[in-house]
């Protein structure tokens, strides 16, 4: 038998895609996860995941690790740092080919790609990140009570985090670069009736500082040009959000305004035998435990799909 021949492909090894493999190699069904980065996606980057059922806290790559081993021990074949040169999604037998020369086939195919919060770029961002600076209210909140933060961003993802926020921070300022808010009004009301909420309108983050901790930003009005200081102990960041389907965008599948994948509630694309799970699904809520249901859902309707 072809050994590049396989009953299902996964594109991605975050959480979804671990789980999908996890669920497909014990059916025995044959699997291949294919990751551009290391297996773990987005939880290799969080220091402590304290909201994962089961395990009080636990490292983001010791819980990628449990997880990475348990897929291929159930017989899953994991190939890390890829270069994916070609997908083809239509077709009974799906491809994917490397830049190595690689060409894996299979009849299913799921895309658990992820995505990313997006990124000021500015001095101290990344070596902030994760000490100080979030992207998520929900995973990392909790570790702010009683401290004075910053929430940068003025749609409705930044008013809503900072209102859940004010659960555990004693203080909230909203930063925004414009003089109004994008985000839907009662969103505004609701931000705007939080007494432990104040704003920085018209102003753009320069710089994140501190020692071993985020300690300060600097900012610089954009009415003024002046430059000011503020002493925080922490940055939420909430200016957009990035699914990871640039390899999809001048494809057949169904994706939504946003470049997120659309699919039903079987994780089923547009096409027949392409599933979508994670993050780079069209979704409200981002975390581990949705994206491990959403790989579970995937794997399953995908084994059914290969044995019809
Ligand atoms: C800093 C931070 C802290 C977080 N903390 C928590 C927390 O405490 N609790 C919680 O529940 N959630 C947390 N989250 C959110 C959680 O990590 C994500 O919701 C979850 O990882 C999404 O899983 P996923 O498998 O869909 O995608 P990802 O984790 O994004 O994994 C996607 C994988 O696909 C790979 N990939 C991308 N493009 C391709 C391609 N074209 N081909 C093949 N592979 C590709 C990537 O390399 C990556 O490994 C946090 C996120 C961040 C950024």
Not at 136 to 157: L, M
Not at 193 to 211: L, P, S, V
Request: with cysteine.
């Amino acid at each position: 038998m072809d050994k590049n021949r396989f009953d299902v492909i996964v594109l991605g090894g975050g959480p979804a895609g671990l789980t999908a493999g996890i669920y497909l190699s014990r059916s025995k069904a044959k699997t291949l996860i294919l990751d551009t980065g290391m297996p773990g996606g987005q939880m290799v980057l969080t220091y402590q995941i304290a909201n994962y059922p089961g395990v009080e806290n636990i490292s983001g790559y010791q819980l990628s690790s449990v997880m990475k081993k348990q897929a291929e021990n159930f017989g899953c074949v994991i190939k890390s740092n890829i270069k994916l040169t070609t997908l083809q999604l239509e077709g009974k037998q799906k491809k994917a080919e490397l830049e190595n020369g690689d060409v894996f086939s299979a009849p299913a195919i799921i895309l658990a790609t992820g995505g990313r919060s997006r990124m000021l770029n500015v001095p101290g961002e990344n070596e902030f990140k994760g000490r100080g600076i979030s992207y998520c209210a929900t995973c990392d909140g909790d570790f702010f009570q009683d401290k004075e933060i910053i929430v940068v961003g003025g749609g409705n993802s930044a008013l809503e985090e900072a209102v859940a926020l004010t659960k555990y921070a004693r203080k909230v300022t909203i930063l925004h670069e414009f003089d109004h808010f994008q985000a839907f009004e009662h969103a505004v009301e609701e931000a705007k009736a939080n007494k432990k909420i104040d704003y920085i309108m018209e102003a753009h983050i320069t710089g994140f500082y501190g020692d071993e901790n985020l300690r300060n930003i600097k900012y610089r009005s954009l009415k003024t040009g002046e430059i000011s200081q503020k002493a925080i102990d922490g940055a939420f960041i909430f200016i957009g959000y990035e699914a990871n389907t640039k390899v999809l965008q001048s494809g057949s599948v169904k994706l939504n305004q946003w470049n997120e994948i659309v699919t039903d509630e079987n994780m089923q694309t547009n096409i027949e035998g392409i599933f979508a799970a994670g993050d780079c699904r069209a979704k409200r809520y981002r975390q581990i435990t949705t994206a491990v249901s959403d790989g579970t859902v995937a794997a399953l309707n995908a084994l059914n799909f290969i044995q019809k």
